[in-house]
């Protein structure tokens, strides 16, 4: 990439002789509180809708108003929808950042920017287009005070005619976008964005190469954001209990779910709401009351990040004690402490995946996609009611914000299985139970729900030490025998964990391993290493911890295997070293990355290149 | 000779025996005042003919609440974190509505490490029984101040506290609880008449019951002793409890009294004793305790009682069903829903 010193330049002149179609990146650099999100999605959503595969990822401040924020649009007749670091597009909205997002640009990129800003001046190597905005706004939005909101919808008009986007599918999408209820909104930024086409009409020549062309690869797929695609996957797991306190990136998880809740899970006889949403006034609380719900029997869940995980860090040691079934998702951001609160990372593996003091560990799921936060929210629910638990569904600020393009979401098939719960008829027949005892031999106790009308119903959960009949005990071997049927436990869960997704290539001497949101750089660098270096390599995604048995084959199977993390102290592959057997061990490198923007190809593979001493 | 027959077992309304309301043996100390609280909370679900499985017990950590495994062993239990049992309660009657929760925590438990959990379950009025045993101390770590220590109360190690406390009851009148009582462990027919009312309270009934501990704060110098209430104990009236399946009208006291009707038909009958005392006067209870405070007397009975306001379960729309064991049917919405939704997202 290139620095603040490009010299010497070789300058741009006349129009471009190649085209790039349907294979770049586009990169809005705007104020937040701005309103560009609005002209950003109908940005997106258009090329979407002439049928190129698109992505779009929103970098924004920890802030409401005034601070850069910065949008990209990735375009990608492949279907790369990962981050692409190099920017062959830009739109310069904001002065404060205009300058070094001009000058970090490799030669030859466009620019459109706020003509006042005189950017053309600061390099040659580039092709600009001037746009004096404020001019254009104050015809088409006669109210001064919306022309601030409305300014951005300009640039949606101009880079529409650059890049040839169909202006139908703009006014599509904003229609879309503002719905019925808001159609004089949709009408004004119409306006706006017709402006900006008709400036651009008669006064640019375009001279960069890039544009697009319809093509057939969107048909059918949605547009979503992982924390709604989690809500949804909730809703239909049947969860009846859901308490939060907000925080970012997971806030909108719940408020989505609120809103679905509202619209469809309302008893249609009786009016009467068939589930409970409460935001607590702490993430001490919110799992508090996640947990005595899954304790009465609901299927119950809370939301948060790391700063809300660290808090929730005693309670969650009673679930896996006390053997409680809770969903708890985990929209990661950067930490520690309150840190990068609107930058993505994976950075919270290991002390989730062991959280609370004592021997503790916990299961956690992995989605990569808006279709698997919502299928693997599902089996999360399963999970937990099975093994008695709390799971963790582990997404990341990346995935859970961002709007991804996805495949309609598959309604699931098998009836909701609530574990090994007795009934009243239950205890009739057997005449009693032992909360934690083995019956199976699967670790996994019998529980009753309280309120069951039988006399040997009744146990006593406690967080203290409890023996198979949950009596309270500090005997060595009732403590001992506990603690080896909760191992056991997790050892069964291996065999019940969503399973992993395996690419073995051909001759394969290195493989990766990766969780979530790193697999679009992940495979987009498979491609790239093929291409650009001839080196193969296989991928093994894992959806969830404990792992699979598959993992340990797929080390066996290659001579390096990078195991891609993000975060510093290389999270992912500290787990793997907690139970592999040192042979295993040695085989494993780290590929790290933890700067807070989602993970892109570029950087994987030359990280590669440089270990592989290439 | 012949063999005289058993004496038929006594039993309540329900059939059960007294017995089926005990629990496990207490492990507290011999005359702790807990174990007394323990006791009446046995009686009281026991003379009400309570379905024990219809009750859930919560607790948090301390001598207090490890007390719910020694009563109503017949009823699920959950003895949570230090301080947060009231987040466990909620979600649990959120879960199960049906339930009727029953916490019992200590002034460690709910005034310290849990003050914010406490005055967040009073904001939202959630319909369980809410037990404070109040002893000034923290028993089980041997003897440091709570949070409920009066100023200038003395340890047994001669240390002063310097603090001033936190009133429970003030602070949940002040904040939403609909049912507000102070007792002492020692007053058997008070604490009867109180836990049996708020076992007919719909809403959220916090009853702060001085139980003095013997081993720690049980000396000259305390104001949570047994000495202490003798000397300190200031009854705001007399009352009795009429259940629903009892005829109000057979024993009408002498004197000037009132009745409140509760949400299950039974009525808690005040009688007058020295003071004119309106419990549903929420500003009047909060003038009470202050001056109380101020004269060093510890006001016994109930403070407050409020049986029209809302609890958290009716403003959430909940069904009288318990939504956690709702079928699939009303939990999982059709395919026709989420296909509805994918296009929405075309």
Known sequence: ?614 | MSIAPPPPKKVNRIGLEVLNYKGSKTTLCAGCGHNSISERIVECFYELGVEPYKVAKFSGIGCSSKSPAYFLGLSHGFNAVHGRMPSIATGAMLANRQLMGLGVTGDGDTASIGIGQFMHLVRRNVPMIYIIEDNGVYGLTKGQFSATADLDSVLKTGTRNDLPPFDCCALALKWGATFVARSFSGDKRQLQAILKTAISHNGLSVIDVVSPCVTFNDHDGSTKSYSYMKDHEYMLHELDYVPHFEDITVEIPEGSFMDVEMHDGSHLRIRKLERDYDPTDRMAALAVLEHALAKHEVLTGVLYVNTNKPTFLELLNLGEEPIATLPESKVRPAKAVLDQVMEELR
């Open chain 1, 1 to 614: 990439m290139s620095t603040l010193e490009v010299s010497p330049v070789e300058p741009l002149s006349g129009q471009s002789n190649h085209s790039v179609i349907n294979d770049f990146s586009i990169q809005v650099a705007t104020v937040n509180g701005s309103g560009s999100q609005t002209a950003n999605t109908v940005l997106m959503r258009s090329i979407f809708q002439m049928g190129i595969p698109v992505s779009g990822k929103n970098m924004f401040p920890s802030n409401i108003a005034g601070l850069p924020t910065w949008f990209t649009i990735r375009a990608s007749k492949h279907g790369y929808i990962g981050r692409r670091k190099e920017i062959d597009f830009l739109i310069a909205m904001n002065p404060e950042t205009a300058r070094e997002d001009v000058m970090k640009l490799d030669g030859g990129a466009a620019v459109v920017y706020d003509a006042p800003l005189k950017l053309n001046e600061l390099r040659s190597d580039l092709h600009f287009y001037p746009v004096p905005f404020d001019k254009l706004v104050a015809p088409v939005c006669p109210d001064a005070k919306l022309r601030k909101l409305v300014r951005n919808m300009i640039y949606d008009g101009i880079v529409a005619w650059l890049l040839s986007i169909e202006m139908d599918e703009i006014h599509k999408a904003l229609v879309k976008q503002f719905g019925k209820r808001k159609a004089k909104a949709a009408e004004l930024n119409w306006g706006a964005a017709k402006a900006g086409f008709d400036y651009a009409a008669q006064t640019f020549t375009k001279t960069d190469p890039y544009r697009v062309e319809r093509m057939n690869e969107t048909a059918g797929k949605i547009i979503i954001d992982g924390n709604s695609a989690c809500a949804l996957g909730a809703m239909f797991a049947g969860v009846t209990v859901v308490t939060w306190y907000p925080i970012t990136p997971s806030s909108s998880l719940v408020e989505s779910l609120i809103g679905y809740m509202k619209r469809f899970r309302n008893d249609p006889e009786t009016g009467k709401a068939t589930f409970a949403i409460v935001q607590a006034e702490d993430e001490l609380a919110s799992i508090g009351m996640a947990l005595g719900g899954g304790w009465a029997g609901a299927r119950s869940m809370t939301a948060t990040a790391g700063p809300g995980i660290s808090l929730m860090s005693e309670f969650i040691g009673l679930g896996y004690y006390a053997e409680i079934p809770t969903v708890v998702y985990d929209v990661e951001r950067v930490g520690p402490s309150t840190g990068l609160p609107t930058r993505t990372a994976q950075g919270d593996i290991i002390s989730t995946a062991l959280l609370s003091h004592g021997d503790t560990k916990h299961p956690l799921f992995f989605p990569c996609s808006a279709e698997e936060c919502f299928s693997m929210s599902i089996e999360a629910f399963e999970f937990a009611e099975l093994f008695q638990t709390p799971v963790f569904v582990m997404t990341d600020l990346d995935l859970g914000m961002n709007n991804w393009m996805a495949d309609p979401f598959t309604y699931p098939e098998k009836p909701i299985k609530r574990g090994k719960v007795l009934s009243a008829e239950d205890l009739g027949q057997l005449g009693g139970f032992a909360r934690y005892k083995d019956v199976d031999g699967d670790g996994i106790g019998y529980r009753t729900l309280p309120g069951t009308n039988h006399p040997n119903a009744s146990y006593f959960t406690r967080g203290s030490g409890h023996n198979e009949k949950a009596q309270y005990t500090e005997r060595e071997d009732d403590y001992i025998n506990n603690m080896e049927r909760l191992a056991h436990k997790f050892e069964v869960m291996r065999k019940h964990v969503p399973e992993p997704v395996i690419k073995i290539a051909d001759n394969a001497k290195i493989g990766f391993v990766a969780v979530g949101t790193s697999d679009y750089a992940v495979r987009e660098s498979c491609d790239q290493l093929k291409s650009e270096y001839d080196i193969d390599a296989s991928y093994l995604r894992l959806k969830a911890y404990p792992f699979t048995e598959h993992l340990k084959d797929f080390i066996r199977h290659h001579d390096r295997v990078y195991v891609v993390d993000q975060n510093r102290d290389a999270q992912l592959l500290g787990l793997m070293r907690l139970e592999f057997e040192a042979e295993l061990i040695a085989k494993l490198r780290s590929l790290r990355y933890f700067g807070g923007l989602p993970l892109d190809a570029r950087t994987v593979t030359d990280e590669i290149i440089r270990q592989e001493g290439q």
